[in-house]
């Protein structure tokens, strides 16, 4: 990481303020409950972008951008074997501190969305939740084609709505396949392509 953007930097220094204000205590059962098995008509943003994974038993999920692990515990307990990938150092201290609390395991790293490290095809599922507003757009939908599988899908959820950057984000994803079920609330769309 000694060639790092000057964005990178700034979002790895973002990140490490992020982290120093975050404390990691006994998960919120009931919160992780909602993500279980959402309904598939859930006003929430987040519940459907779950409901959108659909069953991840077996499946290998990478979540991309994973910060603190917020989402790794659910997706282990819908039993996805999980990949958490963050640029933040801190961040990928608090997702490892998450899981041993909750005695749960999954593979937690530091990366680049860029470039994540990962073998080609690997992924069944990413799941990226609010990161790819903060990123070059092809340079990480290049890194996504490549480690996700041939019949695999993405979930993107961004904190955008009807966005110049959303209809761009759009344009460059494959047509070929069966793409965008999306639900749109006030602030948020989630995007799912099988």
């Known amino acids: 990481m000694s060639k790092l953007a ?3 930097r700034a979002e790895i220094e973002r990140s490490a303020e992020e982290a ?6 006994p998960p919120d059962r009931d919160q992780i409950k909602r993500y279980l ?11 459907y972008a779950y409901w959108l994974l659909g069953d991840v038993r077996g499946k290998t999920v990478l979540d991309l951008g994973c910060g603190s692990g917020e989402n790794i ?4 307990e ?18 490892r501190q998450r899981l041993a609390l909750v005695k749960l ?8 969305a860029y470039d994540t490290g990962l073998p080609d095809a690997c992924v069944d599922v990413i799941f990226c939740i609010a990161l790819v507003h903060h990123l ?3 340079r990480v939908r ?15 959820m961004e904190p955008i709505r009807f966005s110049k950057f959303y209809a761009r984000l759009r344009n460059l994803l494959p047509r070929s396949r069966q793409c965008f079920r999306i639900r749109t609330s006030r602030d948020k769309v989630g995007v799912c392509c099988n």
Not at 73 to 76: G, H, I, K, Q
Not at 142 to 156: P, T
């Open 6 to 8: 000057e964005r990178d």
């Open 20 to 25: 120093a204000h975050i404390t990691i205590g």
């Open 37 to 47: 098995n959402p309904p598939s008509d859930t006003a929430f943003p987040l519940e």
């Open 73 to 76: 515990v659910a997706l282990v």
């Open 78 to 95: 819908r039993g996805a074997r999980v990949i958490g990938i963050d640029i933040s150092p801190e961040l990928i201290a608090l997702a």
């Open 105 to 112: 395991e999954a593979t937690v790293q530091v990366g680049s």
């Open 136 to 138: 070059d757009i092809e």
């Open 142 to 156: 290049k890194e996504m084609r490549r480690v996700l599988a041939g019949d695999g899908k993405v979930i993107l």
